[in-house]
């Protein structure tokens, strides 16, 4: 499955920025992800949405960020609020097993 992010982008401290990942298959069994990048450093999970609809974040966006999907479209979303600049990264969005698949990514950046 090929999956495209969208939504990435600059904002302000405090302000708020939604990504989506459209999938070119159906997603309806398949956990999903969002992992982000930083310059220098590993790629690190962010949040994951699994297919009965449980979620888990990393502490560093608990309370602020929020995934969701919509398995009719395809697609999974993350709400990102209060953005910090040490959010700036590429988002990357994942497709677990059997796809194991892994979007372009896409730049967020976050000014102080």
């Known amino acids: 499955v090929q999956l495209v992010e969208s939504g990435g982008g600059l904002a302000q401290a405090g302000g708020s920025l939604r990504l989506s990942c459209a999938a070119s298959?159906?997603?309806?069994?398949?956990?999903m992800a969002w992992y982000r990048q930083a310059p220098g450093n590993q790629r690190e999970l962010v949040a994951s949405?699994?297919?009965?609809?449980?979620?888990n974040y990393a502490d560093s966006v608990k309370g602020r960020f929020t995934i969701s999907r919509d398995n009719a479209k395809n697609t999974v979303w993350l709400q990102m609020n209060s953005l910090k600049p040490e959010d700036t990264a590429v988002y990357y969005c994942?497709?677990?097993?059997?796809?194991?698949?892994w979007g372009q990514g896409t730049q967020v950046t976050v000014s102080s």
């Open positions: 994942r497709a677990g097993w059997p796809y194991d698949s």
């Open positions: 298959g159906s997603i309806f069994s398949i956990n």
């Open positions: 949405i699994i297919r009965d609809g449980n979620t």
